[in-house]
């Protein structure tokens, strides 16, 4: 069974950035590994004045997973936290 997932991601500074208005689909061992992992890495794509675009992978941990509806289909929303280094 796939699984659509949205990710929300809260940096350091308490930003939160959200992903592409389309879900992820994830498998659903690939889900569960996701929920037992201490860590995950985010992609973050922020703007550089000089490169453009640059995407930065950030650790962090899950915080907290909301089961809702996304245009009648069952979604995951999971909100990350950046991890301290």
Known sequence: MMLQVFFHFTDL???THHTN???YEFDESAVHALFKS???CYPLTIRDDNNGKVTIGKMSSIEH???DLFHEVP???IHLQEANK
């Open 65 to 67: 997973v909301v089961f």
């Open 21 to 23: 208005p389309k879900p």
């Open 13 to 15: 500074d308490g930003v």
């Open 75 to 77: 979604v995951l929303r």
């Open 38 to 40: 201490d860590e995950v």
